[in-house]
């Protein structure tokens, strides 16, 4: 059956893990709980996993390809345990090399690499939705912002038209990111900007019009506090978003998850 393509909050860090063999925070369970029925929640349990994660970027759109992938622990100030995590899933090089093959088809140069491990934007999330590591996941970059432009919001959602096909082949794709990230607003003072741009956001991922959707969506920053929720070239955690909806073709966009954590409102969304 075909897959429908995910945008999944990540949360802060390894935030759904901070109790060492407790129970997830209580401000992160909602966001845990939600991870936690994901998997259920698709029409079949996926033959693979293509997760574009907010935490790596490239000048090329690369793909890991390695069969046993480690993790890295990027981030910092969290307890000791939390740098020992483990999340054993297997790689997917063939959807890797397949994803590449299809951007390659649409205009874009790729890469591949094999000594990166999965970043936190992979690993968190989906060792909640899939605490049994028991389906192959891949890993693609976004693109880096050019120097003198920027990051190319169409350009990922050019990316994720592209890897379409691998819907049909059994492959989930997840963006994985936060539909508001600032790290320098917190509490109450980001709550009525947070409110704003993820009500703005919202109402352009579930616009019925795919066209129309799609560039609303590369146009973000003309939504509300937009810059306010993703301060100038840091809206890497916005893109992932861009491929999902690509990838989600005709598909009509899905509100599937809101919550407020640490002042900001953040959002999942689906496609299909």
Known sequence: MRQPTLFLPHGGGPCFFLNENGPVPDMWRPMGDFLARVVADLPERPKAILVVSGHWEEPRLTVHTGEKPSLL????GFPEHTYHLKWDAPGAPDVARRAAVLLEGAGFATDEEQARGWDHGVFIPLKVAVPGADIPTAQLSLLAPSPA??????AHVAMGRALAQLRDEG???VGSG????NMRMRGGEAQAAADAFDTALTEAVTDPDPARRDARLTDW????FARTAHPPRQEEHLLPLMVAAGAGGADPGQHIFRDRVIGWTVSGYRFG
Request: glycine share 10%.
């Open 178 to 181: 936060m539909s508001f990230h």
């Open 149 to 154: 432009g920027g990051y190319d919001p169409a």
């Open 73 to 76: 622990y990027d981030y910092y």
């Open 171 to 173: 492959v989930l794709i």
């Open 221 to 224: 920053e003309t939504m509300p």
